[in-house]
């Protein structure tokens, strides 16, 4: 799994965006964040309930100029299947039909054929400044994702357990 | 052939699944009994003798398959209860694992990941449903093989019995002319090899096989196999016991 300091692999894949097919390269994001989430599969139960908390966050994602893109091992007209059923989803569901992609950023199980679930943060040079992977029946926190988005984006030090608008450094700390 | 009802279906699958006691019990009672009574014969003179010995050693057995059987039904019914009773905790505590689990079965069972989704999503709609086809499914416990251990004991029990009078009641109606005269005993060991043979034929017709007879055979092979086993296995160890074979 590739961690903080690396540079994001690139990517050039199908995709189903706002209801229909398309095509999407990592160059072609322009917001100073990307939140690149890795996913098992579409057409499951933990998957959906993780899609769709970030689809609801998206307003938040974007006040912080950060993008979100998912990816899982279906193919467009998949995701667009899915993405109908949930009612829409705002942001790219990446087909990483064989898993390169995955694999790229070392998060693909061999053995079950699927991306594990796992999530990055890419600065505005494209380096991943974030990654964490959940185990397969856990879903992530949407709000966790997007308090460390913040939290990057401040470019500040923030202690644990920081939340938007609190106070930055150590505790004690005079910033 | 019409269809069976499946209501009628269940209630014959669920009858057949008593085979087992059925055939087990049948088997054990048939050579035991057979055992007894060649074993006597060499042993004892009076013929009345060996029949009461048969007697006593067929009401045992009868009274301990069915004993065994009841505890064994009893045992195995608890444990599976008691997992079922977990799987139902765990899914009223995490439907999710429940559902993701059942689609990935249903996936290796040759369904679409889209059309195993939409299976599990109708059926979480009567959890009842869900719960039940992942007992199935998921983890292979079954509620039909929560069997009644009172009808596990008396069927194993009455099988020993019925099993028993195979080779006993031609010992039985053929009386003895005096020692040496052993055509009681031959009588009972060609009704015994006929009734082993008749309950492999049985279990070949239940199971709708063509070859009945080969089934028949088999069972007649591994049964009289086990038994000729069994009587080497006593001439060999005689020696230990001060005697020597045959006395």
Redesign the interface.
């Known amino acids: 799994m590739l961690k903080p300091g690396d540079t994001a692999p690139f990517f050039d894949l199908p995709c189903a965006v706002g209801g229909r097919a398309g095509r999407l390269r990592l160059s072609q994001i322009d917001t100073e964040m990307v939140v690149l989430l890795f996913y098992p599969h579409d057409f499951s139960f933990i998957c959906p309930t993780e899609v769709v908390g970030f689809h609801n966050a998206r307003e938040a994602f974007a006040a912080e100029h950060t993008s979100i893109v998912a990816a899982s091992v279906d193919d467009a007209a998949t995701h667009l299947r899915w993405a109908r059923e949930l009612g829409g989803i705002s942001y790219p569901l990446l087909a990483d039909e064989g898993g390169a992609l995955a694999r790229a950023y070392g998060v693909f199980d061999e053995r079950e054929g699927l991306a594990m679930r796992a999530t990055f943060i890419l600065d505005s040079k494209r380096t991943i400044v974030y990654c964490v992977a959940s185990p397969v029946n856990v879903g992530r926190s949407v709000s966790e994702t997007l308090r460390v988005a913040c939290a990057l984006r401040s470019g500040r030090m923030c202690p644990a357990d920081w939340e938007p608008g609190g106070q930055f450094g150590p505790a004690g700390h005079k910033d | 052939m019409a269809a069976l009802d499946p209501s009628e279906k269940k209630r014959l699958i669920e009858r057949l699944s008593s085979i087992r006691e059925i055939v087990f019990g049948m088997q054990d009672g048939i050579l035991t009994t057979a055992g007894v009574l060649a074993g006597l014969s060499g042993a004892v003179a009076v013929h009345r003798q060996v029949i009461l010995a048969a007697l006593a050693s067929t009401a045992a057995g009868a009274l301990s398959m069915g004993a065994g059987a009841y505890l064994g039904t009893r045992a195995q019914t608890e444990v599976l209860t008691s997992e079922l009773e977990r799987t139902r905790q765990e899914t009223a505590a995490e439907?999710?694992?429940l559902?993701?689990g059942l689609?990935h079965q249903l996936e290796r069972e040759g369904l679409s990941?889209?059309a195993?989704?939409r299976v599990?999503q109708l059926l979480s709609s009567a959890p009842q449903a869900l719960l039940s086809t992942a007992e199935v499914k998921m983890y292979g416990l079954s509620r039909q093989a929560l069997g009644s251990a009172a009808a596990d004991g008396v069927t194993m029990g009455g099988a020993f019995l019925t099993g028993a009078l195979v080779p006993l009641l031609p010992f039985i109606l053929i009386p003895s002319a005096g020692p040496g005269d052993y055509l009681g005993l031959i009588a009972a060991m060609a009704t015994t090899a006929l009734a082993l043979f008749a309950v492999g034929y049985f279990q070949g017709w239940l199971a709708q096989r063509g070859r009945r007879w080969p089934s028949g055979l088999r069972f007649l092979a591994i049964a009289m196999g086990a038994a000729v086993a069994g009587y080497l296995i006593g001439l060999a160890i005689a020696p230990l016991g001060g005697a020597a074979p045959g006395q």
């Open positions: 439907p999710y694992v559902q993701e689609l990941r889209e195993s989704y599990v």
